[in-house]
């Protein structure tokens, strides 16, 4: 995060509990900003007035459906969205001046607001009210919505890593011959890093070669990846996890630089070779626009790509995008793989500050519980947080197609909804402690040097790991390990650690 002024951070944060303070009557000239305006109330008298906190505007359709609902029980929404500059710091400042009921925030942040007693441990109003929680992927709410042993927050959206393809390609006779006289074995959608590698070099081709009988007018690539600097650690996570790494031990000693993280380093080297020149400098764009315009066989992107590839309208791959889960690696005579799920997927949590813990307790459960069909609109960006939503491959077709006006077969929309929720059954999170955003950008920063080649992987990592420990201990080693063994009993829960095969 780049450095702030001290007086520019004030003048900030003034102006922003300034904003927060002004009458409600106000806000309700704002569109978007003030869900129920007095001439909208068509039912019941509203009692009771929720304050919430919105980190992004991704999740204004949650407010609008939850119109009509909070009516029946005389409640309504006043929201405000938190100034894009101000991020965590300011959303810390809010709730410590008391001026939210209820806050959406990425789930990253979670950790540092409960350890600072900012949000109100929701065990006790659970038994108040259905929050649907059995419905909900485990490793979502243990991850990402509880904190050391107490639940502090319901999801709101999903997000998850998933492994994309050109199913057309893939189910080509001529192409399936060529591949088993090549490999020896079938082709079909990689399961471990082996086949994925055998998939990408089978299918980089130069133009003017051949791909599913058909001349190819420009060079065709068999994977794409987002290795740009802020974007590569993702593909180095989807690796690592996926052979069973974790982050520290129980005692905060780093194991990114052991021999899972150095041997997924080498295997992003080892696939650049069939991946486009310039994806050293790709983002999500960039590796979105490449799968869209036809040039990439495969790539490993968040579950919400599948919604905007859809409605791009490109037909170099209309109907034609499979999707699976991540590639792990071989245990016990089958597949062993881990997803990561991302830590910017909203959740919705109440303020230790409230004076309406259990109105407010409602709100949330209402709101999470009754998402509509806001996870398969490609304009909202929400994903999939509960097994009942993988279960909608109709609506899902049906959204997309009254949105965008292209069709998307069913069973494509049930292939995809089966890999998004095999993917969440096996979820593991980006970091997530206090201060994550500085190991995370560590990582990134000596992740992209290997892969430029300016270092050796394992010396990188070495590094990298080093500089972990510098940042435990000038932010505070005790209140760091504290929360990591937060992260790390679930881990252990879930995944552990004697299972975890090489």
């Not at 505007?57 to 009509?68: G, I, L, T």
């Not at 050293?280 to 626009?289: A, Q, R």
Request: net charge negative; aromatic share 12%; glycine share 8%.
């Amino acid at each position: 995060m780049r450095p702030v002024s001290t007086i520019y951070h004030f003048l900030l944060i003034a102006a922003l509990l300034s904003l927060l303070v002004t009458a409600r009557a106000a806000y309700a000239e704002k569109p978007g900003e003030q869900v129920l305006s007095p001439e909208e109330k068509t039912e019941s008298p509203i009692e009771t007035v929720i304050d919430v906190v919105a980190a992004g505007k991704f999740y204004a359709p949650c407010f609008e459906r939850f119109r009509k609902v909070g009516e029946t029980r005389g409640i309504s929404l006043s929201v405000k969205y938190l100034p894009r500059d101000t991020g965590f710091d300011g959303m810390r400042e809010l709730l410590q001046r008391g001026h939210a009921d209820l806050v959406i925030i990425p789930s990253g942040w979670l950790p540092a607001l409960a350890e600072s007693a900012l949000l109100l441990p929701l065990d006790d109003l659970e038994s108040t009210q259905d929050a649907g929680i059995d419905d909900i992927f485990l490793p979502l709410l243990d991850f990402y919505c509880r904190y050391d042993g107490s639940l502090y927050a319901l999801p709101l959206d999903g997000d998850v890593r998933v492994y994309y393809y050109r199913e057309d390609i893939l189910e080509d006779p001529l192409e399936k011959s060529a591949f088993e006289r090549e490999y020896g074995y079938a082709l079909s959608v990689p399961k471990n890093v082996v086949q994925s590698y055998d998939f990408a070099r089978f299918f980089t081709r130069k133009r003017g070669t051949v791909l599913a009988g058909k001349p190819l007018s420009h060079d065709f690539f068999g994977v794409g990846m987002a290795l740009g600097p802020g974007w590569c650690h993702y593909e180095w996570l989807d690796r690592f996890l996926a052979y069973g790494g974790v982050y520290f031990d129980d005692s905060l000693r780093p194991l990114i630089a052991e021999e899972r993280g150095v041997t997924a380093l080498e295997d992003l080297k080892r696939l650049l070779q069939y991946a486009p020149p310039d994806t050293l400098s790709w983002g999500y764009s960039e590796v979105k626009d490449a799968f869209s315009g036809g040039r990439l066989a495969s790539l490993v992107l968040w579950s919400d790509f599948f919604k905007l590839v859809h409605g791009a309208g490109n037909l170099s791959t209309e109907g034609v995008v499979g999707v699976s889960h991540v590639p792990g690696r071989t245990a016990n005579g089958g597949f062993d793989f881990r997803a990561v799920m991302s830590k910017g997927g909203g959740v919705i949590a109440v303020a230790t500050s409230t004076r309406k813990p259990d109105e407010s307790f409602w709100v949330a459960s209402s709101m999470s519980m009754s998402p509509g069909r806001s996870v398969y609109d490609p304009r909202t960006r929400c994903d999939p947080f509960r097994y009942s939503q993988t279960f909608g491959a109709r609506a899902l077709s049906e959204t997309l197609f009254n949105i965008t006006g292209l069709p998307v077969p069913e069973s494509a929309a049930a292939e995809y909804l089966d890999a998004v929720r095999e993917s969440m059954e096996h979820g593991a999170p980006v970091l997530t402690i206090p201060y994550s955003e500085d190991y995370i950008d560590l990582l990134d920063l000596y992740v992209h040097r290997a892969l430029a080649g300016e270092m050796d992987p394992a010396l990188a990592l070495e590094i990298a790991a080093e500089g972990w420990d510098t940042i435990s201990r000038e932010r505070g080693y005790e209140l760091q390990a504290k929360s990591w063994r937060s992260v790390y009993a679930v881990w252990e829960r879930l995944y552990p650690f004697k299972k975890r095969l090489r």
